[in-house]
């Protein structure tokens, strides 16, 4: 029978690749922009839940803004924690399972990495703190739920690593990018594939099953933002690459703190759901193909 998602998020990375690839698979998705149920209403979006009565529940949208997160504390912490734990405690409710997005920044990536899921958490900003309460009330809330944490998110839309350095090198500006902060970078894409080849297993999934709880997704590989970019131009613009010069994390101030190597361990996806993610090289290639058209 056509599996019935209830997506909250369709404009994001995450969102807009779940709706794309969709209809590849056997599934009725009904998804929510920010009209039909804004994360800041806690009650609205519960609602949501109860009108629709999902198979699985799949939170895309999230307050990604990691340095505004400083100052609108308290609209983050509703929209990544009280909501999501509203959501949660509506689809239990409804007998539905729930898919909560998270990320590294849960990690103060302060010498334990690769940071297994059960690694002592320390976010150092307020979008970490707000992130990881999100992971504790979702699963407060609903024993079939699972929490996804992902790294270093780009996709051929949005807002992203790799559209920014694209943007930046045409402006002809001289560049410099950190290079001593280190991750996993994870095409949005190949997470929504995940997530759609997941969602029927979960919702067969009793509670107790090992494929709730938390889980980490992400490219294979590890590297620095500097390399990163590297890699952008290499692939992107070949011999007319600009040149890319290091910055240290402690000369480039924001308003919050980064984890130096907040670099996840993947071994948990490949023993318990049986998937292996592609390096990340690879996944930039299709988003560079996709954004030289
Ligand atoms: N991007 C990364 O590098 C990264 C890294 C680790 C983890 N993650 C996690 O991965 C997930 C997906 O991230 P992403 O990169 O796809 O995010 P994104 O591109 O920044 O998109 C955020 C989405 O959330 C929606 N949103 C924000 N506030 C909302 C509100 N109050 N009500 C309703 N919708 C709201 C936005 O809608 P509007 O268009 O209306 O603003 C947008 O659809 C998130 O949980 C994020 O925390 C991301």
Redesign the pocket.
């Known amino acids: 029978m056509t599996l019935k998602i209830l997506q909250f998020?369709?404009?994001?990375?995450?969102?807009v690749e779940l709706l794309r690839q969709a209809p590849g698979h056997d599934v009725a998705v009904t998804a929510l922009?920010?009209a039909e149920?804004?994360?800041?209403d806690p009650d609205a979006a519960a609602a949501q839940v109860r009108a629709h009565r999902p198979d699985v529940v799949v939170i895309?949208?999230?307050?990604?803004a990691v340095d505004l997160a400083e100052t609108e504390g308290d609209l983050a912490r509703t929209?990544n924690a009280l909501t999501p734990g509203a959501i949660a405690a509506a689809a239990r409710e409804a007998g539905a399972a729930l898919i909560n997005?998270?990320?590294?920044y849960v990690f103060d990536g302060d010498g334990g990495a690769p940071y297994a899921e059960d690694a002592p958490t320390n976010p150092l900003n307020a979008y970490g703190r707000t992130?990881l309460e999100g992971e504790r009330t979702v699963a407060a809330a609903n024993p079939r739920a699972l929490n996804i944490r992902?790294?270093?998110?780009v996709s051929p839309h949005?807002?992203?690593f790799v559209k920014t350095m694209l943007r930046v090198a045409a402006a002809g500006n001289p560049l410099k990018v950190v290079d001593d902060q280190a991750g996993r970078p994870t095409s949005?894409g190949d997470l929504a594939g995940f997530i759609l080849g997941l969602a029927p297993r979960l919702a067969a999934a009793p509670a107790g099953d090992p494929l709730f709880g938390t889980v980490h997704f992400a490219n294979t590989g590890e590297v620095t933002w500097r390399d990163f970019a590297v890699e952008i131009f290499a692939q992107a613009l070949g011999e007319a690459a600009p040149e890319v010069g290091g910055q240290r994390t402690a000369d480039y101030v924001t308003p919050a703190r980064r984890p130096l190597r907040a670099t996840m361990d993947l071994g948990r996806l490949e023993r318990v759901y049986g998937v292996t993610p592609r390096p990340w090289q690879a996944a930039l290639a299709d988003i560079v193909a996709e954004l030289k058209g």
């Open positions: 998020g369709t404009t994001g990375q995450l969102g922009g920010r149920a804004d994360l800041a895309a949208a999230a307050y990604t929209v997005v998270s990320t590294d992130k992902t790294s270093w998110v949005g807002k992203n949005a």
